[in-house]
């Protein structure tokens, strides 16, 4: 009994020890000391989880019973490591890039984040990776059993159940405190892969050095264990073919596809170049663990009694030849190997469970959602710690209910059959664009339906859960449908089989279906990141220093916010973190103090992206990248409509500046009104003062000289009052104030009026007018007198300033294109050029003041014209002066 | 060195890393051919059968062959890694 008590001091010991290397690992990491933790070895060993209890005991008693088949579960994760090229580079890129957190949220994120995908992989991960915790914990409790046996104390069941409960307890106990100590984006745990590297050198040397004392301490030598061997029971290759093919693919399926696998492999990889060291190391591991199985599997069948477990034979032998300390180192292997398994698949599992199950039934239930990051943070704990928990507490209820019976080598067969499951859908998604989640789903479904029916519950014996007649006969005699001889095949061998057929049909229906459907964008956005993602993503920057960081977060603040600011933000965090200087250490603290304050400036989805990129060494996942996407729209949408507002101003300015210039303009043109309105008053008013000066003080007037005096002031009235009936006419016409009296009459009658009017009192000098009445005989409808006031004055003007010998004015009325017109013509010497633009301004006058007017005619003309709906116009080159009237069709038609 | 002068050098410096990564690519699948010799074993009981001693010795011959190659090969490529850096790429 002694000794047992020493076992159980030892192994006590041995956990305070892994705490302790755990914790330590765990601090160095926080300090950022631990380069050492990142190196490609601790990465090789971390990997060793692969060699569970089932490695270290298990594989003896394979051995034994099936020769050398055991290696073929070391020969497919060698392959695949050695070609880690094709994919497992692949895999880590994506992982990184993507900021992936266990098998079930790959899977999810490549078809388009679909959550009910992730719970599906995550319940059969759980469903597959429970007995192998079972497993474990048998395996801790059996060589218990095995010591005390051996001391002749025999453990009650009771006493069994409570040991593996222990374990479950303290192995809970630990991966809770090492595996959700804080929520790291990048789901990297220091502390438990330092453990875990601990444990894989503690198992490679307990089982090597059973080995050597087997092969050189009882065998005697290399050659005569090698003789040993061949005259033992196993000493002939007896290997079905198919069962080695088969075993090779599903062990190198089941190391990619393994929840704690992909936990060791792609999220806790630190460096891709780690996995070129690991490429070569791993398989190195496994070689020399699987070295010495079969020397101590055949030393153990010649030393034990007939009917001795082989599977207990690394502890057993020792034992038997009363070597007890070898015995217990063994048994520290054993452990070692148990809970070095139980650990990490316990904390893959709570991961993808609380990811995945309980943090989308939590939020749901919140109203309010996930905007309260701290809260959230907590809650994910705390669905971390209980899933751990849940998980564990699985594999011991497993191992209470099954009776821990079956061979350890079968049991985990089953179990790498489950899992094997996830490499179409796995390999398909990172390889072929086309692959979709109905796809997906189709595959995962109907793998793992085959692989229960044919291999999970079969495996629980004839007649528990399958009856026997189902067996032979095929569910309700349906022959081809036999759990172990699909479509009649019988004779081959049941896992075969059952991988066979689970595989190929899994691939099939992933293949048909996705060919079928049509995926969403989203799950197309991510086909192509994770299938292109050696384009998509650059190597991950390995960071000499974590100062490093802080610089280049520091170029990046300055861009955004400013040098002055960004430089006054790091030395106030710098001085917060107690350092000198102008750079902190990036800690979780100042990053989303820093985030914060990029956000102002950039969006939070930028910020949190660039950040993501300098510090995590990830790549923008495309939600990200939508959420940039969102904001830059909405960035410039309110600068679009900046850019419109600023538009409509200057559009104003120009208005207002138009406006400006036009009145300035007026402004002249009403001064220069004026001076020529007073000058052109001024000048009769003057001569009407001088004149009735000399009539009033001179007294010797003659009544002739009186007579022309006064007739001079009644001409000069005349002027005046004429002058001002002209500039009340025009003011009353430019201001639109005028009254149209509007009626029918013939444009020749209109004629005949304008030439009598403007020819009255013109005595011998008169113009001849020259008419021709048939084109004359034309109806209007307009204000008539308004238009012969315009006849009247152009008349009037030919009368004035026709220069000829015999002065001849033509009348010519035409059709324009839907227009009347009414031509003037004379035969005088015409308007010279340069005069042409101004004559009808107001107060121009051509030529010298031959006649007495105001010089407001041709503008009043024109004011009339305009009203009336037509134009006056000058008509250069007719031989002398000639002004054409234009009056709108309606005008004559309207009177038809 | 001029210019003239390295430009052939460095090609067939990346030329040699494409190579290299072809090698790498093969090895696994020079391992699954060697590891599925033993398909072709005999099975049957009489006299002739291999033996489990000579199928270890050739199993972890292999084993050794694909580990040792693997290094190697794992060594080169972060040579050729490294130069590919220092060359500024």
């Known amino acids: ?896 | 060195m001029s210019a003239k002068h390295n430009i052939p050098f460095l090609e067939r410096q990346s030329y040699r890393r494409r190579r290299l990564i072809d090698t790498i690519r093969m090895l696994p699948v020079i391992g699954a051919v060697l590891w599925a010799v033993p398909l072709l074993w005999r099975q049957s009981e009489d006299s002739g059968t291999v033996l489990t001693s000579d199928a270890i010795i050739y199993i972890f011959l292999v084993w050794l062959l694909l580990v040792v190659g693997g290094g190697w090969l794992a060594q080169s490529l972060k040579r050729s890694n490294a130069e590919e850096r220092e060359r500024g790429r």
Not at chain 1, 635 to 661: D, G
Not at chain 1, 831 to 838: D, F, L, M, N, S
């Open chain 1, 1 to 896: 009994m002694g000794t047992l008590n020493v076992l159980v001091g030892v192994c006590l010991i041995y956990v305070v020890f892994l705490f302790l290397i755990a914790f330590a690992a765990e601090r160095a990491a926080l300090e950022g000391k631990g380069g050492w933790l990142r190196s490609p070895m601790i990465y090789t060993l971390s990997l060793s989880i692969y060699c569970t209890a089932w490695t270290f005991y298990g594989a003896v008693g394979y051995a034994a019973r099936s020769g050398l088949e055991y290696l073929t579960i070391y020969i497919g994760p060698s392959l695949v490591m050695i070609g880690w090229w094709w994919l497992l580079r692949k895999l880590v890129r994506i992982g990184r890039s993507q900021r992936i957190t266990s098998i079930a949220d790959l899977i999810s994120s490549r078809y388009g984040k679909s959550n009910l995908l992730a719970v599906g992989v995550t319940v059969l991960a759980v469903i597959g990776t429970t007995p192998y915790i079972a497993l474990q914990l048998q395996s801790v409790t059996v060589s218990f059993d095995v010591f005390s046996s051996a001391y002749g104390s025999e453990l009650t069941e009771a006493a069994q159940g409570s040991n593996a409960l222990l374990v479950a307890a303290g192995l809970t106990l630990f991966t809770i405190v090492f595996g959700t100590r804080n929520l790291d984006v990048n789901e990297r745990h220091h502390g438990v892969v330092m453990a875990v590297a601990v444990e894989a050198i503690v198992k490679l040397f307990a089982l090597l050095a059973v080995g050597i004392f087997v092969v050189w301490g009882l065998g005697g030598g290399v050659s005569e264990t090698l003789a040993r061997i061949d005259a033992s029971e196993i000493g002939q290759w007896q290997m079905r073919g198919d069962r080695w093919a088969t075993l090779i693919f599903l062990s190198g399926a089941a190391f990619l596809c393994l929840p704690r696998m992909f936990q060791v492999m792609v999220v806790e990889n630190e460096n891709e170049d780690h996995l070129r060291t690991a490429s070569w190391a791993f398989p190195a591991y496994l070689m020399i663990m699987s070295l010495f199985v079969v020397p101590i599997a055949v030393v153990g069948l010649d030393l034990m009694p007939a009917g001795s477990n082989p599977d207990f034979f690394v502890l057993t032998v020792p034992l038997a030849t009363g070597n007890d300390a070898l015995a217990m180192l063994s048994f520290i292997g054993g452990f070692s190997s148990a809970t070095s398994m139980v650990i990490v698949a316990a904390l893959a599992l709570s991961t993808m469970v609380s990811n995945h199950i309980v943090m989308p039934i939590w939020l749901s239930t919140q109203s309010v959602g996930a905007s309260v990051s701290g809260d959230v943070r907590h809650v994910v704990l705390l669905s971390r710690r209980i899933s751990i928990g849940a998980v564990v507490f699985l594999g011991y209820l497993y191992f209470r209910l099954s009776g821990g019976g079956s061979a350890l080598a079968s049991m985990g067969l089953i179990s790498f059959a489950g899992v094997a499951q996830f490499l179409p859908v796995l390999i398909g998604g990172i390889f072929w664009r086309g692959a979709t989640r109905t796809g997906a789903f189709a595959g995962l479904t109907v793998g793992f339906v085959i692989w229960a029916y044919t291999l999970l519950l079969p495996s629980f014996g004839a007649g528990t859960l399958v009856s026997e007649t189902m067996l032979a006969e095929g569910p309700m005699g349906v022959g081809w449908l036999r759990p172990q001889a699909f479509f009649g095949i019988t004779g081959m061998d049941p896992l075969v089989h059952a991988v066979f057929w689970s595989i190929l049909l899994n691939t099939m229906s992933f293949f048909i279906a996705s060919l079928v459907g049509f995926p969403s964008p989203l799950e197309r956005l991510q086909g192509a990141q994770f299938v292109n993602v050696f384009e998509h993503s650059s190597t991950p920057q390995s960071w000499g220093g974590s100062l490093a960081q802080t610089e280049d977060l520091m170029v990046m603040a300055q861009r955004i916010i400013g040098a002055r600011e960004a430089q006054n933000l790091f030395e106030r965090e710098a001085k917060r973190q107690g350092m000198s200087g102008l750079l902190p250490e990036p800690s979780p603290d100042f990053l989303q103090r820093l985030e914060r304050e990029l956000a102002g400036s950039v969006g939070a989805a930028t910020a949190h992206a660039m950040i993501g990129q300098i510090v995590g060494g990830a790549s923008v996942s495309v939600e990200d990248l939508m959420a940039v996407a969102d904001e830059t729209a909405q960035m410039m949408e309110y600068s679009s409509r900046l850019e419109a507002k600023s538009e409509e101003q200057a559009r104003t300015a120009r208005q207002l500046r138009q406006a400006n210039e036009k009145l300035t303009l007026i402004s002249e043109q009403k001064d220069s009104f004026l001076s020529q309105v007073s000058h052109e008053l001024r000048t009769p008013m003057t001569s009407i003062r001088a004149f009735s000066e000399i009539l009033r003080d001179s007294d010797r007037l003659s009544e002739e000289e009186k007579i022309k005096y006064s007739s001079i002031i009644h001409d000069e009235a005349l002027r005046l009052t004429r002058l001002l009936d002209d500039l009340l006419d025009l003011s009353v016409l430019e201001s639109g104030r005028v009254n149209l009296n509007l009626q029918s009459g013939s444009l020749k009658g209109i004629l005949d009026h304008a030439v009598s009017s403007a020819l009255t009192g013109a005595g011998t000098s008169k113009v001849q007018v020259v008419r021709d009445s048939q084109q004359e005989e034309v109806m209007l409808y307009t204000d008539l007198d308004r238009l012969s006031q315009v006849f009247i004055n152009l008349i009037g003007n030919a009368q004035k300033y026709c220069d000829a010998s015999v002065p001849k004015l033509r009348i010519e009325v035409g059709h324009s294109t839907g227009a009347l017109v009414v031509d003037f013509i004379d035969n005088g010497s015409g308007i010279p050029k340069v005069e042409q633009a101004v004559i009808f301004e107001k107060f121009s006058r051509t030529g010298e003041q031959r006649v007495k007017g105001a010089g407001l005619g041709l503008a009043i003309c024109r004011e009339i014209m305009t009203r009336l709906g037509g134009t006056v116009e000058y008509l250069p080159g007719q031989g002398g002066a000639a002004f054409r009237v234009t009056l709108p069709e309606e005008a004559a038609l309207a009177a038809q």
